[in-house]
T-cell receptor, first 113, second 113 residues
Framework: GPKVLQIPSHQIIDMGQMVTLNCDPVSNHLYFYWYKQILGQQMEFLVNFYNGKVMEKSKLFKDQFSVERPDGSYFTLKIQPTALEDSAVYFC???????????FGKGTRLTVV | GEQVEQRPPHLSVREGDSAVIICTYTDPNSYYFFWYKQEPGAGLQLLMKVFSSTEINEGQGFTVLLNKKDKQLSLNLTAAHPGDSAVYFCAVSAGQGGRALIFGTGTTVSVSP
């Protein structure tokens, strides 16, 4: 079936540095999402994105976070600067429409040291 | 905003037994309901998407029930087998214009032979 690809699968970064997580959504999808999952806990919504704009974001989407999808390429989540509590698995997802099936990637495990 | 409680957090069953996971949500406007399966190191696999108009939904090896009066969604694994061992998440969406999925806290299911 359709696949959302996330690159890399694991990233280790020093606290205070910038990190960009990349997501290659399903090709004809228009809605994009990022979720955060701390080890052993639930998946928590961060942000959704459509037509070049953030549509909705949660309290977890701190000022240090930003998303973009320049020229239809990767959908990215940038964290600048990173903090220890940003360590988690970040899942990207995409869908064709607001109420259609959402496809998830396998996640990028971010470790901030 | 929407809150989703999921129980139990852990479930151990023997092969052939049934297992029931229940989610309780708070927003009466919730319209779309989902069950996802997450295997170790993998992304989320959609098991079933349920519309608020359908109360009983049959899948392969499982049944999903929606009780709108009590705002409960349940997943019943019938005749569990070791391949069902995973973390299961329910998710709820109000279904308006790209609204985010709000996930339950997850249930770790272990099926022993």
């Amino acid at each position: 079936g359709p696949k959302v690809l996330q690159i890399p699968s694991h990233q280790i970064i020093d606290m205070g540095q910038m990190v960009t997580l990349n997501c290659d959504p399903v090709s004809n999808h228009l809605y994009f999402y990022w979720y955060k999952q701390i080890l052993g806990q639930q998946m928590e919504f961060l942000v959704n994105f459509y037509n070049g704009k953030v549509m909705e974001k949660s309290k977890l989407f701190k000022d240090q976070f930003s998303v973009e999808r320049p020229d239809g390429s990767y959908f990215t989540l940038k964290i600048q600067p990173t903090a220890l509590e940003d360590s988690a698995v970040y899942f990207c997802a995409s869908s064709t429409g607001p109420n259609t099936e959402v496809f998830f990637g396998k996640g990028t495990r971010l470790t901030v040291v | 905003g929407e809150q989703v409680e999921q129980r139990p957090p852990h479930l151990s069953v023997r092969e052939g037994d049934s297992a029931v996971i229940i989610c309780t949500y708070t927003d009466p406007n919730s319209y779309y309901f989902f069950w996802y399966k997450q295997e170790p190191g993998a992304g989320l696999q959609l098991l079933m998407k349920v519309f608020s108009s359908t109360e009983i939904n049959e899948g392969q090896g499982f049944t999903v029930l929606l009780n709108k009066k009590d705002k409960q969604l349940s997943l019943n694994l019938t005749a569990a087998h070791p391949g069902d061992s995973a973390v299961y998440f329910c998710a709820v969406s109000a279904g308006q214009g790209g609204r985010a999925l709000i996930f339950g806290t997850g249930t770790t299911v272990s099926v022993s032979p």
